[in-house]
């Protein structure tokens, strides 16, 4: 293993079926050396696709990631119910009957899930009850109750209708979970249901950009120019914000934690991205209560800049 260093970005792992994000996460880290590492946005072990990895000072970032919308795609399969929602889990009860079901009318069912509505968090799910995991007490088979959450589906559609098998693609909000979603069609379809093959395809704000297996980053492990090739900025998670490019003098403002009165052009927007004279990437930071920019996440290393010509 290379021993630790500072690498700052953010690769955009293809993870596999049958890892763990945070198994996931330790490889890349393994191979890039980094010191530090995040991610932006779990997947379940047996999902696939796009998983951002932050590194270094873009371990800063990972909040902005989780914020932002997602895209799925997905086989619903109809007729039976697991204790997940997934393969993962066993089998309740006996198989259910599945009403014929036309593509023209399942199109029309799926088409009415999208917009603003509630969904009620699953109970193998990573949030906490009193402390405890809900999935860890799933496991012991305690159910408790939970609040419903508003979530938002931006874009829900049937790619394809085989017997009792609905592939669908779907764009949401944050908070959403897949395998609540396949149950909640499942019973607007007249049956029950459990997903299989999800593959998260982007999170926003890297829709068009490619992403990397594991497999081609260990390939490449010796080889830094090659892995450099997949390491994105650490603003590039953030690039949609406004941007404001400070004068050096306020750069150094920022970076030691002070908030700034400036006639910035951002509009009503919370949180803006900063930038130093010479177009260095300084961190982000949002309004406070009287209208100034108050530094939020700073790189770190840019305070060793102060003084410099390049700040």
Same mark, same amino acid.
């Given at each position: ?62 909040? +902005? ?29 006996? +198989? ?6 036309? =593509? ?94 999800? $593959? ?51 750069? $150094? ?11 910035? +052009?951002?509009?009503?927007? =919370?949180? =803006? ?22 530094? $939020? ?15």
């Amino acid at each position: 293993m290379p021993p630790a260093h500072a690498v700052d970005g953010i690769v955009l792992l293809d993870k596999p079926a049958g890892l763990s994000s945070n198994a996931a996460l330790q490889q890349v880290k393994r191979v890039f050396g980094a010191r530090k590492a995040g991610h932006g946005g779990s997947l379940d072990p047996l999902a696939s696709g796009m998983l951002p990895i932050c590194l270094g000072e873009a371990t800063k970032l990972a909040g +902005p990631m989780l914020a932002g919308r997602k895209c799925y795609e997905f086989e619903l399969h109809l007729g039976l119910e697991t204790t997940t929602g997934d393969l993962e889990g066993e089998v309740v009860g006996e +198989p259910r009957a599945v009403p014929p079901l036309s =593509v023209a009318a399942a199109r029309s069912i799926v088409a009415a899930f999208v917009g603003r509505r509630e969904q009620v968090p699953p109970m193998h799910s990573a949030l906490r009850h009193k402390g405890a995991r809900l999935y860890e007490l799933a496991r012991r088979g305690i159910e408790v109750d939970r609040a419903p959450r508003a979530i938002e589906i931006d874009a829900f559609e049937l790619l394809e209708l085989e017997g009792q098998r609905l592939t669908l693609r779907v764009t949401c909000s944050k908070g959403t979970y897949i395998r609540t979603l396949g149950q909640d069609l499942a019973a607007a379809l007249g049956s029950c249901g459990y997903i299989d093959g999800l $593959r998260r395809l982007w999170v926003e704000p890297f829709a068009a950009e490619p992403m990397v297996t594991i497999e081609t980053l260990q390939a490449h492990a010796d080889d830094r120019g090659a892995l450099e090739r997949w390491l994105l900025p650490p603003d590039r998670g953030v690039e949609s914000w406004p941007r404001v490019d400070l004068g050096a003098e306020d750069a $150094r403002r920022v970076l030691d934690g002070q908030a700034l009165v400036l006639p910035v +052009p951002c509009g009503n927007e =919370v949180a =803006v991205r900063l930038y130093g004279p010479s177009g260095t990437f300084l961190g982000i930071a949002q309004r406070d209560e009287q209208g100034r920019l108050a530094p $939020r996440r700073l790189i770190a290393s840019q305070r060793t800049r102060l003084g410099s010509p390049v700040l």
